[in-house]
């Protein structure tokens, strides 16, 4: 199912965390599963607009359940947009105060000014793709 997803006050300051397997920044593309990431990208939002952005190598090469939203967490995230996402992040992510968006796709650029102005189109077909193994049995 396609659907679009709003973002914030369009006057909101964020930090934004994107996952990726390249440091590409802003160029780099969406990552399948947020948890298998290479490295996170950190995208400072003010006033509705981009500011800066942060690249971080993710400092792990297999992670642990937890693992990841505590990280996330500690680089001051309020918004998460990935493509893929485990059900149990999610759900810690979610008693952090961290907002999960999945579904999305595409060129970090493209989908954070696409969250920016509300239209983000994401995709839940994700969770019937080949290696999407979180063990949810597609209950995102």
């Known amino acids: 199912m ?3 997803r709003a973002c914030f006050h369009p006057f909101d300051n964020m930090r934004i965390a994107l996952p990726t397997t ?4 802003m160029d780099g593309q969406v990552f399948a599963h947020f948890g298998g ?10 006033d ?4 800066a952005h942060q690249v971080v190598k993710a400092p792990w090469t297999e992670h ?13 995230t309020d918004v998460v947009i990935a493509r893929g996402i485990g059900s149990r992040a999610v759900d810690v992510f979610g008693s952090m105060g ?8 595409g ?16 995709d839940d077909s994700w ?10 049995g597609g209950q995102h």
């Open 2 to 4: 396609i659907s679009t």
């Open 22 to 25: 390249d440091g590409q920044g």
């Open 37 to 46: 990431a290479s490295h996170y990208v950190f995208v400072e939002v003010m």
């Open 48 to 51: 509705g607009e981009i500011q």
């Open 64 to 76: 642990t359940h937890g693992q990841v939203p505590k990280f996330i967490q500690s680089l001051g």
């Open 98 to 105: 961290i907002k999960v968006i999945t579904g999305a796709g």
């Open 107 to 122: 060129r970090l650029e493209d989908v954070v000014n696409a969250y920016l102005t509300g239209t983000l189109q994401t």
């Open 127 to 136: 969770m019937d793709e080949p290696g999407h193994s979180c063990g949810c």
